[in-house]
C-alpha cells in the first residue's frame, strides 16, 4: 500500500480515533489503527470491541490496500511534522514507511487479518440534527453512574418518537431529564436504545467538529448503535438490561417553588462547598423569607454560610444536598433564572431551567441526612 495525504487532514482523523483505541489492552491489534487506501481517499478505523469509529480523507493513492499502525505513536509523531504532504507506505513485512520534506521513519504495524471487523451500518432510523442531541447529552452524561456493577446505569436512555426525542440518565441519587421537540424524519413509532456514557462523549467530539444544524443519520441493529456524521461513522454495543421505570421517579407535583440568580446561586454553592465534607460534599439549602440561604461546617475545618435573594415566600423549609450535584445542573443550563421546587426537607426536590417549558428538562435530587 502506497498513498500520499495531507498532514492537516492525517492529524484531524487521528485524533477523532484516540478516545475509542484501546491504550492498555491483552490485544494488541486494538491499539492500531486500520488505514486502507483505495481510489482517492484514505478510510480509518479504530475500534476497542465496544466502540468503533470510522472517518476518510482525500488522498493520492499509488498502490491501494490496508495496513495497521499504533494509533497513538502514529498521532504523536505526525503531530509533529511540518504543513505538507505525508508519504506513507506499508511494506509486505507490515512496517510503515512515513516520509515527510525531508523526515524519515518506520514504524512496526501489523497485519489487516486480524483487525476485527465493524458491522455495516443498517437502514437509517431517524435523522437528528447533531447540535440537538449534543445539547442533550450535555444536559445528562454526569448524572450517568460511575459503578460499573450498576450496568444498566451507566449510560442514557435514548428515547425518539414521532416528533420528539429524549434523554434519561440516573445514578440513584440524582435524574437528568431532557426532551425536545423535534421533526425527525424516519421515525414512525417509539425507539429505545441504552447509550453508553463512552459512547455520548465521543459524539460530543464528533458534534464539536460539525456546525449545529448538521443532521446525523442514527440506526440500529440488535446489538449496536450507528450513528454517521459527513463522512464519519461511530458506531457503539448497546448496555443490555432494563433502564429504571423513570417516570415513576419524576415528582407529580410540587408544593413549593424558589426562582433564583443561576450565576449567584452556583457562586454561593462554589463558595460553600469549600467548607463542606470532602466525601458526602454535603449542604444545607434553606429558603425562608425572601431569600436562598447555603451553609456547610465541617467541626474540623470551618464553616460558611452565603445568601441571595430569592423569590419565595413559602414556609422557611431546610433540606440538605450533595453541592456537586447542585453544581452539575447549574453548570450545565444557560438560563439566567433557575426554579428550585420541593416538597419538604424528606422529599426529592427538583431543579428546572427558568424560561423553557416545564417538561423540557428536569433534574431530580435526592436529599441528604446531614
Not at 440538605?320 to 419538604?344: I, M, P, S
Not at 426537607?345 to 446531614?370: Q, T, W
Request: glycine content about 8%.
Amino acid at each position: 500500500m502506497e498513498f500520499t495525504v495531507s498532514r492537516a487532514d492525517l492529524v484531524r482523523e487521528l485524533n477523532l480515533s484516540q478516545g475509542v483505541v484501546e491504550k492498555k489492552t491483552t490485544i494488541p491489534i486494538l491499539s492500531n489503527i486500520l488505514l486502507e487506501a483505495d481510489g482517492d481517499r484514505l478510510l480509518l478505523t479504530a475500534t476497542d470491541l465496544e466502540l468503533g469509529v470510522r472517518s476518510s480523507c482525500a488522498a493520492k493513492v499509488k498502490k491501494k490496500g490496508a495496513g495497521t499502525i499504533p494509533a497513538r505513536r502514529l498521532l504523536d509523531y505526525v503531530r509533529l511534522l511540518p504543513e505538507g504532504e505525508v508519504q506513507v507506505k506499508i511494506l509486505e513485512n507490515q512496517w510503515a514507511s512515513l516520509v515527510c520534506g525531508r523526515s524519515k521513519t518506520r514504524i512496526a504495524g501489523m497485519s489487516r487479518e486480524s483487525f476485527p471487523e465493524l458491522p455495516a451500518m443498517p437502514a437509517v432510523l431517524a435523522e437528528i440534527p447533531i447540535g440537538v442531541l449534543a445539547g442533550m447529552i450535555a444536559k445528562t452524561i454526569f448524572a450517568i453512574s460511575s459503578e460499573e456493577s450498576r450496568f444498566t446505569l451507566n449510560g442514557a436512555l435514548l428515547v425518539l418518537k414521532k416528533g420528539s426525542i429524549a434523554m434519561v440518565a440516573t445514578d440513584g441519587h440524582r435524574l437528568a431529564m431532557v426532551e425536545s421537540s423535534s421533526d425527525l424524519p424516519g421515525v414512525t413509532g417509539a425507539y429505545r436504545a441504552l447509550l453508553p456514557r463512552k459512547a455520548m462523549a465521543e459524539l460530543q467530539k464528533l458534534a464539536a467538529d460539525a456546525t449545529p444544524d448538521s443532521v446525523l443519520r442514527f440506526a440500529g441493529d440488535e446489538n449496536h448503535l450507528f450513528f454517521e456524521l459527513g463522512g464519519r461513522m461511530l458506531l457503539s454495543r448497546k448496555l443490555t438490561g432494563n433502564f429504571p421505570d423513570f417516570e415513576r421517579v419524576l415528582p407529580k407535583e410540587h408544593a413549593h417553588s424558589v426562582s433564583v440568580n443561576r450565576d449567584e446561586f452556583r457562586g454561593a454553592i462554589e463558595r460553600v462547598a469549600q467548607f463542606s465534607d470532602e466525601r458526602s460534599r454535603g449542604i444545607r439549602v434553606a429558603a425562608g423569607g425572601g431569600e436562598l440561604k447555603v451553609h456547610s461546617s465541617v467541626s474540623e475545618t470551618g464553616e460558611s454560610e452565603d445568601s441571595i435573594a430569592a423569590a419565595y415566600d413559602g414556609p422557611a423549609v431546610e433540606i440538605g444536598f450533595n453541592a456537586e450535584y447542585l453544581l452539575d445542573f447549574l453548570r450545565a443550563v444557560a438560563t439566567e433564572e433557575v426554579t428550585f421546587l420541593f416538597k419538604d426537607a424528606h422529599s426529592a426536590g427538583e431543579l428546572r431551567p427558568g424560561g423553557e417549558k416545564a417538561d423540557n428538562y428536569r433534574y431530580v435530587i435526592m436529599p441528604m441526612r446531614i
